[in-house]
């Protein structure tokens, strides 16, 4: 009998415990409990205004609603990053933006009515393929053994099953995923923050530290070992203009549903770095 | 004695999960998603017509699986307040068009893509987060749903597409604007970018 209380005391830690735990996760949620002030909800412009005589009409109503119930909203935290050089940015970003629509998007409609989609995709796993040193010396200097394990792996299997990388063999047979790690993300697990924003030429949107993860993957990247450098870079063109065909729309969609193309892929960008560090 | 203690302990730790991991969340954007799906694949609908029938279904699916108010509160955060009841009224009308304009054209473009439904966590008490997982012939798309509980219903008040919060993502857009605009501006922007100006 002794025992059954005694369980039932434990249990009821357990379940407290749970019940901190579940708190403890929505507190990054921070709640901000609002009271709206009555200024704040008529518009500036009626302040400065003396028509005070029509405005205590309106108000009663609101402030019954506003004292009744508090209002609650809920609100994430926001990632933000220091824009210092914004007019550089700017500039880069509509250099970046006419690139696309006057010479990437026009080379690669022509380029896809050409070539079918899984041969694009078949290009696509190849230079996949050949980008593997990139994610596995990522993977491992952030002694990520599994995912450097499961690079070696995909690359073995896709270089023979998959054709010297046309097919992701090792996807559809193995259930093997492609890691996407690069230094970038190994400089973010140590710690290092991204210093400011950056959007480059051709390059898109970087920081600093990302910056310099992207000329350390350089170096990493077998395609910058082609000769002559004429062929390098070619290859590398060639690459991009394969990756856009199987995009296509994509960077048109976001500047539709965006309000502010600039800040939504300046957010974008660091919401997505900010979930592959912690990957 | 002990034995049924022993049992009784097992009975109730085997309980702790289905607590846990209630699945309504899970079920409820199931439910939708697969509504959703079940539109795309309906091959009666075909041409510019049928788009647009797929487009008017799909619309009608968003109203019962988003909880537009929610999403606006969100959005907007502490700027919420700024705006008074007429222009909060305006503001989500005018975001909720945006929103629909801007995803309902896209997933009319899928068609076998797969979707996959993983595991729910709990945000907190009345939020939870379920996981799926979009598969194309290319890669595989984690978007996750955040869903939260209004009456007996699960709602969506949030969508995170690799790792991007769309209310987030919004959210730094307004504020930007609402740094140095008028709530008057912002509703302005909004509308001349829905095509009610």
Known sequence: MKLTAYVLIMLSFIFIGYNRASAEQSSPESQT???????????????AKPAVIVEPQQKPAERQKTAAEPEIIEEEPTIQIADPIRPWNNAMYHFNDKLYFWVLKPASKGYSAVIPEDMRIAVSNFFDNVTTPVRFVSSILQLKIEKAGNELLRFVYNSTAGVCGLADAARADLGIQRQEEDLGQALGSYGIGHGFYIVWPFFGP??????????GDTFLDPVTYVNPLEASVGITAYDEVNTVSLHIGDYEDLKKSAVDPY?????????????KVEE | MRKKTVAFIIIVFLMVPLCVYAGPPLEAVKTQVNKVIDVLRDSSLKGEAGKKVK???IRNISENMFDYTELSKRTLGQNWSKLNAGQQTEFLGLYKTLLED????????????????????????????????????????????????????????????????????????????????????????????????
Do not use: C, H, M
Request: no cysteine.
């Open chain 1, 33 to 47: 409990v609002i009271s709206v002030p009555q200024q704040e909800t008529t518009p500036p412009i009626e302040q």
């Open chain 1, 206 to 215: 970087s920081s600093l530290r990302d910056t310099v993860g992207l000329i």
């Open chain 1, 263 to 275: 800040v939504s892929i300046r957010d974008a960008y660091l919401q997505y770095r900010k979930k």
């Open chain 2, 55 to 57: 487009r008017e279904k």
């Open chain 2, 102 to 197: 801007a995803y309902a054209d896209k997933i009319i473009t899928y068609t076998d893509e797969k979707v996959v439904f993983g595991k729910e966590t709990t945000l907190s008490e009345k939020t939870a987060e379920v996981q799926t997982t979009i598969i194309t012939k290319k890669a595989d798309i984690p978007i996750y749903y955040r869903v939260i509980q209004k009456g007996a219903a699960w709602k969506v008040y949030d969508v995170v597409i690799e790792g991007v919060s769309l209310v987030s993502n919004y959210r730094n857009q307004f504020k930007e604007i609402l740094l140095n605009k008028t709530p008057d501006a912002l509703l302005d922007t909004l509308r001349k970018k829905v095509g009610k100006a």
